[in-house]
């Protein structure tokens, strides 16, 4: 991949991440924290609603459904493995709930598809 186009899919995977905020945001949640880093994965984006935190997979593609079937296992246990990690780093959000959405965008739309799979216990 030229450095060209890396540059744009960087400015686009960052618009689609500003969209899903606003639509998280806009459906009553706070934003914790973005792009948070682990061992073992990263978190697009981590939202809190009352006792409920939502870690959350953005993925961006042409077509609404190649963005939601995008996410893979591995995607899937990366995802868990970084919230385990936010979580252990955070004790005081040990009793909330725990939920994990994939936020598909394509162009300027967004659809948020909410307790997407349950983390294997």
Avoid at 31 to 56: N, Q, S, W
Avoid at 69 to 93: G, I, T, Y
Avoid at 97 to 107: F, K, L, P
């Amino acid at each position: 991949m030229t450095q060209e186009r890396r540059r744009k899919a960087e400015q686009a995977g960052r618009r689609a991440e500003l969209l899903v905020r606003l639509a998280y945001s806009l459906g009553g949640y706070q934003i914790l924290r973005t792009r948070f880093r682990a061992p073992g994965g990263e978190i697009d984006l981590i939202a809190r609603r009352g006792r409920l935190l939502a870690f959350v997979e953005v993925k961006l593609r042409r077509d609404m459904d190649a963005a939601i079937f995008a996410v893979s296992a591995k995607n899937r246990r990366r995802l868990e493995s970084a919230a385990a990690s936010f979580l252990s780093f955070s004790p005081h959000f040990a009793e909330f709930a725990v939920r994990y959405d994939i936020a598909a965008v394509s162009g300027w739309r967004v659809r948020l598809i909410k307790d997407a799979w349950r983390a294997k216990a």
